[in-house]
C-alpha cells in the first residue's frame, strides 16, 4: 500500500508520532510540550444513508472527547435517492436532495476521496482523491457503508449504451438526454426516426424503474409542449422486466395498483421480458421483438460497491458478510452495514436486509450501537428490522403505499408518499427547498432546459459510478 500517512489529529491534541497497535500515524505539524493522549479514531467509508447516520448517532451519543470520527466519501453530501427520478423528471432540483454533510455532521472530519482498498492488519485505509492522487489513514474502528452500484449483466451494447440512474450526475444526465432526443425529435422530418428518438426504454420495474418509467412520461407529455412539430402521443415509454409482475419487491396488491397506475399514464409495460442487446439506435429485446430508441435506461438490480470485493473477506452474493451486531468475524474492530452489507434480520430467521434505504437507516442506528460499545459506551443489540411499509410515487396524485400493511392508490398515497420524504429527508434546509419545488410545480411551468453537467462521453454506467477505480484481487 502506497501513499502518505495523513494526520487528523483535530483541536488541541498533538505528540511525537507513536505506535498504536503496530501501525504508525503522524502528528501534526505545530506539536503542544507535553504530548497528549489522542481519541480512538473511528473512520466511516460512505456519506449514504448508512454511514452518515451512523455518524449522526455517534455525534449525539458519545462524548465529544470519546472518538475522532472521520468520514471518507467521494461527495460531500448525503444523496436522498428516492427522489432521484423526480430529478429526472425536473420536479425537485438536483442540490435539494443532497444533504451537506459538513453542515448535517459539526464533530466530523470529512476526506474527499474513494477508499480503494483496506490494510485490516496495520489498520489503514487507502483512499483515492478526485485528482487521482492516494494517500493512506489509520483507523481504530473501521465502518464500512460504501453501498451498491448499478448490475450491468453481460448483454452486449449495454455498457457502452444504456444510462444508469444510481447517482445525482446520472439523474441530471438523464434529464438532458431525454431533452436533447426530443430536441432532435422536433428537427427531424423522417416520421421513423422522429418516433425512434421520442421512444425510451426503461428496464427493471422494481421501485426505481417503475417510478422513472411513470414520472418521465409525465414529464416529457407535457415538455413536448415546448416543440412545435411534436405532441403528447408520440412520447411512448417502454418499461421491461423479466418479472411476471411490476414491483416485485413489494406486495401484490400494491404492484396491481401501480399496474393501473402505469396503464392510465400509457406505458407500455412488458413482463417476463428484458434486453438482449443494446446498440446506439435500437434495443432487441428477449422476446424477438426490436425496438427502435436511442434511450435504454437500466434500473435492473444492484450490486455492491467494487470496494467490498477488493477487500477480499466473506461476501454473501457480493455483501459483506457480517454478524447481526454488524461486525465483520475475523476482522477486528470492523463494522459493515446498509447495501454493502449482507446484515441478518433477526425478525426473518437471519436472511439478509434489504438494500433499502429504510434498512440502511435503521442499521446505522444499531451500527453506532455496537461502535460505541466495542469502545466501551453502552451495549449493541442484534439488528431487527420492523417493516413500516413503502411508498411508490409515480408523479402528480398517482401513487401506491402500504403504511403498516394498509394499501392506499391515488391522492391519499401521495399525500402520504410525499409527507414520508418530508419526515425522512435529513436537514430542514433540504426539507424546506424540496417542499417549495413540488409547490412551485403546481403553480409554474417545469423549465425545459439542459444543465450540460455531465458530458456524454463519460455516461456510461461504469464512467459515471467510477467502478474501475478499484484494484482487483
Ligand atoms: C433511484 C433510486 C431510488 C431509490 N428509492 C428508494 C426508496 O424509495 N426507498 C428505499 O427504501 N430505498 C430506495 N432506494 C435504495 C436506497 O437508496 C439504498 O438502499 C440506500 O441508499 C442504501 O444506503 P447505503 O448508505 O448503504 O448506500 P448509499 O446511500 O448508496 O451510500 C453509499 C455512499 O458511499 C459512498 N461511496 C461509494 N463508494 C465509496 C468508496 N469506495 N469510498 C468511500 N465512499 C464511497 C457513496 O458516494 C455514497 O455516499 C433507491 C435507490 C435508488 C438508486
Redesign the pocket.
Known amino acids: 500500500m502506497n501513499g502518505e500517512l495523513i494526520s487528523l489529529w483535530r483541536g488541541r491534541s498533538g505528540g511525537p508520532p507513536s505506535r498504536r497497535g503496530g501501525r504508525t500515524v503522524a502528528w501534526p505539524a505545530r506539536q503542544p510540550a507535553e504530548p497528549t493522549a489522542r481519541a480512538p479514531r473511528v473512520v466511516v467509508?460512505?456519506?449514504?444513508?448508512?454511514?452518515?447516520?451512523v455518524l449522526r448517532h455517534l455525534e449525539h451519543h458519545l462524548p465529544a472527547d470519546a472518538a475522532d470520527l472521520v468520514l471518507?466519501?467521494?461527495?460531500d453530501?448525503?444523496?436522498y435517492?428516492?427522489l432521484?427520478?423526480q430529478v429526472s423528471a425536473g420536479e425537485v432540483e438536483p442540490r435539494h436532495v443532497a444533504v451537506a454533510t459538513r453542515a448535517a455532521l459539526r464533530r466530523t472530519t470529512l476526506l474527499l476521496?474513494?477508499?480503494?482498498d483496506a490494510g485490516l492488519a496495520g489498520r489503514t485505509v487507502t483512499?483515492r482523491r478526485a485528482d487521482g492522487s492516494r494517500t493512506t489513514l489509520g483507523w481504530d474502528r473501521l465502518v464500512l457503508?460504501?453501498?451498491?452500484?448499478t448490475r450491468t449483466l453481460d448483454i452486449p451494447g449495454l455498457a457502452d449504451h444504456a444510462l444508469g440512474?444510481?447517482?445525482l450526475a446520472e439523474?441530471v444526465y438523464l434529464r438532458d438526454h431525454v431533452l436533447r432526443q426530443l430536441e432532435q425529435a422536433d428537427a427531424c422530418a423522417d416520421a421513423d426516426r422522429r418516433r425512434a428518438r421520442c421512444t425510451f426504454v426503461v428496464v427493471g420495474a422494481g421501485?426505481?424503474g417503475t417510478?422513472?418509467a411513470a414520472q418521465m412520461t409525465r414529464f416529457t407529455r407535457r415538455a413536448v409542449g415546448a416543440y412545435p412539430r411534436l405532441s403528447p402521443d408520440d412520447i411512448r415509454w417502454i418499461l421491461l422486466d423479466l418479472a411476471p409482475r411490476v414491483l416485485p419487491e413489494l406486495p401484490p396488491a400494491l404492484a396491481a395498483r401501480s399496474m393501473d397506475l402505469l396503464a392510465a399514464r400509457q406505458v407500455d409495460v412488458r413482463l417476463g421480458t428484458s434486453v438482449s442487446d443494446v446498440a446506439a439506435d435500437r434495443a432487441r429485446l428477449t422476446d424477438g421483438d426490436t425496438i427502435r430508441t436511442h434511450t435504454v435506461v437500466w434500473?435492473a438490480g444492484?450490486t455492491p460497491?467494487?470496494?467490498i470485493s477488493a477487500l477480499g473477506l466473506p461476501t454473501s452474493r457480493g455483501r459483506l458478510v457480517v454478524d447481526s451486531e454488524f461486525q465483520v468475524p475475523d476482522a477486528d474492530g470492523v463494522f459493515a452495514?446498509?447495501?454493502?452489507a449482507a446484515v441478518p434480520d433477526t425478525t426473518r430467521d437471519g436472511q439478509p436486509a434489504?438494500?433499502?434505504?429504510?434498512?440502511?437507516v435503521r442499521e446505522?442506528a444499531g451500527a453506532a450501537r455496537a461502535v460505541a460499545a466495542s469502545l466501551g459506551h453502552g451495549s449493541a443489540r442484534p439488528y431487527r428490522h420492523r417493516d413500516l411499509g413503502?411508498?411508490?410515487d409515480l408523479g402528480g396524485a398517482a401513487a401506491v403505499a402500504n403504511p403498516l400493511g394498509v394499501t392506499l392508490s391515488g391522492l391519499p398515497a401521495a399525500a402520504l408518499a410525499r409527507g414520508y420524504h418530508l419526515y425522512a429527508l435529513p436537514g430542514r434546509t433540504n426539507t424546506i427547498r424540496v417542499a417549495a419545488d413540488w409547490l412551485l410545480d403546481v403553480i409554474a411551468p417545469r423549465q425545459i432546459v439542459q444543465l450540460g453537467f455531465l458530458p456524454p462521453e463519460k455516461s456510461s454506467i461504469n464512467a459515471a459510478e467510477q467502478t474501475d477505480i478499484?484494484p482487483t484481487r
Not at 72 to 75: D, I, L, N, Y
Not at 113 to 116: I, P, T
Not at 354 to 360: K, N
Open positions: 467509508v460512505g456519506s449514504g444513508f448508512a454511514g452518515f447516520g471518507v466519501s467521494p461527495v453530501h448525503l444523496l435517492t428516492s432521484l427520478p476521496g474513494h477508499v480503494v483512499i457503508a460504501p453501498g451498491a452500484v440512474l444510481k447517482n439523474a421501485y426505481t417510478e422513472l434500473c444492484i460497491s467494487p470496494l452495514l446498509g447495501d454493502a434489504g438494500q433499502t434505504a429504510q434498512h440502511a446505522a413503502f411508498v411508490v478499484y
